[in-house]
């Protein structure tokens, strides 16, 4: 059976990738669906990096800024829901811009969380059809059965959470250990 894993940047990393602008409203990254509006190009974001430290291939969780490479080897392992939208990174250390990245929209939520393997708050009801309580997790598992043969989405009960299979991270260490991606992925399944 696949396992699934939390895609996110390096918990380590010294630096985040923070948008400069502030996105036009009603445009949010973390809903799962498609961003109709019309967005700055590119998406400006500063960070900590340097051109002696230059950043790694993800640099935000919030709005996800992922390096050209990364979408690449994404697309590569079968992923074909990302709504990109093209980005320069600046260093508020030296100046460096890098433009190689975009900020990425995953587009599809799925309510995959397993409940009785989990621990977690109810954040807030939601209104409408099948619609699944806002929560927050402190142990999060995914029911594999309900995630089915997805390859990258966000969690529907915790939007901000970003799930990849273990099929598409099986790819990404072939290319590079997750350490190089600037990745931190943990197993939920």
Not at 35 to 59: D, N, R
Not at 103 to 113: E, F, P, R
Not at 146 to 160: G, I, M, N, T, V
Request: hydrophobic residues 45%.
């Amino acid at each position: 059976m696949n396992k699934f894993h939390q895609f996110q940047k390096d918990i380590f990393s010294k630096h985040v990738a923070e948008i400069v602008l502030p996105l036009p409203d009603g445009v949010m990254f973390s809903t799962g669906a498609v961003i109709h509006k019309a967005l700055p190009v590119p998406l400006i974001f500063e960070t900590g990096y340097s051109m002696q430290e230059p950043p790694t291939a993800i640099l935000s969780n919030r709005i996800p800024v992922l390096s050209d490479a990364l979408i690449k080897a994404l697309q590569e392992a079968g992923v074909s829901n990302l709504q990109c939208f093209p980005a320069e990174v600046s260093s508020s250390v030296d100046g460096t811009v890098w433009k190689n990245y975009q900020a990425v929209n995953v587009i599809g939520l799925i309510a995959c969380a397993d409940l009785e393997k989990s621990k977690y708050i109810i954040i807030a009801d939601r209104c409408g059809e099948g619609a699944v309580p806002l929560m927050g997790f402190k142990k999060l598992k995914v029911d594999p059965v309900r995630a089915r043969d997805q390859l990258f989405f966000r969690l529907a009960e915790e939007p901000s959470t970003i799930i990849v299979s273990g099929r598409v991270v099986e790819y990404l260490r072939t290319l590079k250990s997750t350490r190089e991606w600037g990745l931190t992925l943990d197993e939920k399944s």
